[in-house]
Structures are given as structure tokens and as C-alpha cells.
């Protein structure tokens, strides 16, 4: 029970930092496109 309870916030936050990473990632393309145009 433990375990499983400790892997599901684990990989809740892998997943919280996956999001954080494509977010930055997006806006990073957006300001590099609005440069160009």
C-alpha cells in the first residue's frame, strides 16, 4: 500500500516537472517565432 502510494506521488511529480519542461519549452518556440516574424 505504502509503496504504491509513494510511486503514484512520485510519478505525479515526473510528471508535474515533464509539464513544467514542454510549457518552457513552448514558450521558448513562441519567442523564438515572434522574433523571426
Do not use: P
Not at 10 to 37: P, S
Request: charge should be positive; proline fraction near 0%.
Amino acid at each position: 500500500m505504502f509503496s504504491g502510494y509513494s510511486v503514484l506521488l512520485l510519478n505525479e511529480k515526473l510528471l508535474e516537472n515533464e509539464m513544467i519542461k514542454i510549457l518552457e519549452f513552448m514558450n521558448i518556440k513562441t519567442c523564438i517565432t515572434r522574433k523571426k516574424l
